[in-house]
């Protein structure tokens, strides 16, 4: 996956660094930002749920975001803005969140691709099976 540094536009996948992690979203505009995210703070992942923020609140006191880039091969593959913003509005309100198999970066790529996928985990996992091989 490549990221940039650029202003995002209808439909595009976001991503703001949180220190540990990257927080994902689906931008629409400003004041629209969709999230797999925890409500007013809330830090109990089991009351995660997708809902819509503004953008502001996505940054929380980040100073910039990245939008998502992609190759040739990812772009055949690829839902339309429209229909990228139409299924995660569709979310609205869906819970079950789950670090390693339903996080916010999976709800991104379920919104661009129609499939679950989480580059963050599988790094994590590839280390682990690295540091285990020694």
């Not at 809330?42 to 502001?56: G, N, Y």
């Not at 509005?89 to 129609?114: D, K, P, T, V, W």
Request: charged share 30%.
């Amino acid at each position: 996956m490549a990221w940039e540094r650029k202003r995002p536009e209808f439909g595009d996948q976001i991503r703001v660094n949180r220190g540990f992690y990257y927080h994902h979203g689906i931008y629409v505009d400003d004041n629209n930002v969709i999230q797999f995210g925890s409500i007013n703070g809330e830090l109990d992942p089991s009351k995660a749920r997708v809902i819509v923020t503004t953008l502001q609140d996505f940054l929380k006191n980040a100073t910039y975001l990245e939008v998502r880039t992609f190759q040739e091969e990812e772009l055949l593959k690829k839902r339309s803005p429209s229909d990228v913003v139409n299924y995660a509005f569709m979310q609205l309100g869906r819970g079950g969140y789950n670090i390693i198999s339903n996080n916010c970066e999976h709800f991104a790529n379920e919104c661009l691709f129609g499939t679950k996928e989480s580059e963050q985990v599988n790094e994590i996992f590839e280390k682990a099976k690295q540091f285990y091989r020694r």
